[in-house]
């Protein structure tokens, strides 16, 4: 048996008491482990990391302005994560604003002002452009119409980091831009709830972090997602997980996507860092 399949194994064993059903890609280089990478998944708040390359391209095309004012209307707002819910209506920001409080807080106000500027066939658009042609932005954020936001896979989420990675959709400030806000998002339970705090905490030893962690999480009642970049000393890699069809519908920090989860993500980075930077 080759290392990938005894490491598929390991997965296995640890996701087998997880009620549900889980979508894995994880890749360093040209090495690649995957479980049902294929298969389509609500994205949740994880399309928004699309979105976020959208706006990117856009400024860096010279569509748009980084600093330009955008006015938040009353039919932008929107329960669920994020903070411009409670604050007061009519507020104003610029565009960089609304596109980092999307990605780090997820906040979905931000994010139905940023679709109705952009347009949601324009994003689409562009995003089957960048190669995604399984990922879509389905609808708004609107609880009460709709049930999904967009859809995409593992292998297509794990292909857009990759290409931010290795700066292929966009020039290298803009991709540093884009790098910057994923790595100031807050909701990270899957990566880091069974990591030590000591490699977290830029406080500890020094004044950087031992892990650098670039992402974008999503949860819906049925969908628990993550996925990013995981940078650290020696080497940096993509990993992808998407869960589903759980029996916990209830959103609390140990549901067993979190737990299960971290596990997992816990076990490849030490599988990465005890091979000195190697899936295989």
């Known amino acids: 048996m080759d290392q990938s399949n005894k490491t598929l194994n390991r997965i296995e064993h640890i996701m087998a008491g997880f009620s549900g059903e889980y979508a894995l890609y994880w890749s360093h280089g040209n090495q690649v482990i995957a479980k049902d990478e294929d ?65 780090i807080v997820s906040d979905n106000t931000a994010t139905n002002c940023l679709i109705d500027l952009l347009g949601m066939d324009a994003i689409n658009e562009s995003i089957s452009k960048f190669g995604f042609k399984s990922t879509k932005l389905l609808n708004i954020l609107d609880f009460d119409q709709y049930d999904t936001l967009g859809q995409t896979t593992a292998l297509e989420y794990g292909r857009l980091f990759e290409g931010l990675l290795n700066e292929r959709f966009l020039n290298h400030d803009m991709n540093t831009w884009v790098l910057d806000i994923l790595s100031k998002q807050k909701y990270q339970s899957m990566f880091t709830k069974s990591m030590p705090p000591s490699l977290l905490d830029e406080d500890y030893l020094s004044d950087e972090k031992a892990v650098v962690i670039m992402s974008k999480s999503g949860s819906f009642d049925h969908v628990r997602n993550d996925g990013g970049i995981v940078r650290t000393d020696i080497g940096d890699y993509v990993l992808i997980l998407f869960t589903r069809d759980f029996k916990d519908h209830f959103y609390h920090p140990e549901h067993e996507s979190y737990v299960y989860g971290s596990k997992l993500t816990n076990m490849l980075f030490n599988h990465f860092i005890s091979r000195n930077g190697s899936l295989i």
Not at 50 to 74: T, W, Y
């Open 39 to 103: 298969l389509l998944y609500e994205t949740a708040s994880c399309i928004k990391a699309f979105i976020l390359l959208v706006i990117a391209k856009k400024v860096q095309d010279g569509h748009l302005d980084k600093k330009e004012i955008i006015s938040i209307r009353e039919e932008h707002y929107i329960g669920g994560s994020g903070i411009l819910k409670d604050l007061s209506l009519n507020v104003s920001l610029t565009l960089e604003d609304l596109s980092t409080l999307m990605i």
